[in-house]
């Protein structure tokens, strides 16, 4: 029996100052991710959170912000 690869989703995390998403792919995501995207640390466009995926699927780390300021997605 054959078991079929399955990638991780990535690590999402909603910066609420400046209304975008962090993305973050872990590196032991297989294959590349969609969009052609980097894999590690991703930060919102105002730089205020700062997001990283964990090996175990759906969990990460949220740097920067403080509580009330971001929300998990993932």
Known sequence: ???EK???DPFKVLCRSC???????HDSWPGTPPGGVE???DTC????VDA????VPGTG??????HGEF???T
Not at 19 to 25: D, E, G, L, R, Y
Not at 52 to 55: F, G, K, R, V
């Open 1 to 3: 029996m054959m078991r």
């Open 6 to 8: 399955r990638g991780y």
């Open 19 to 25: 209304n975008t998403i962090a993305v973050s792919w």
């Open 39 to 41: 894999r590690g640390f």
């Open 45 to 48: 466009l105002c730089g205020n």
């Open 52 to 55: 990283e995926a964990l090996p």
């Open 61 to 66: 780390s949220v740097f920067g912000g403080k």
């Open 71 to 73: 929300q998990i997605l």
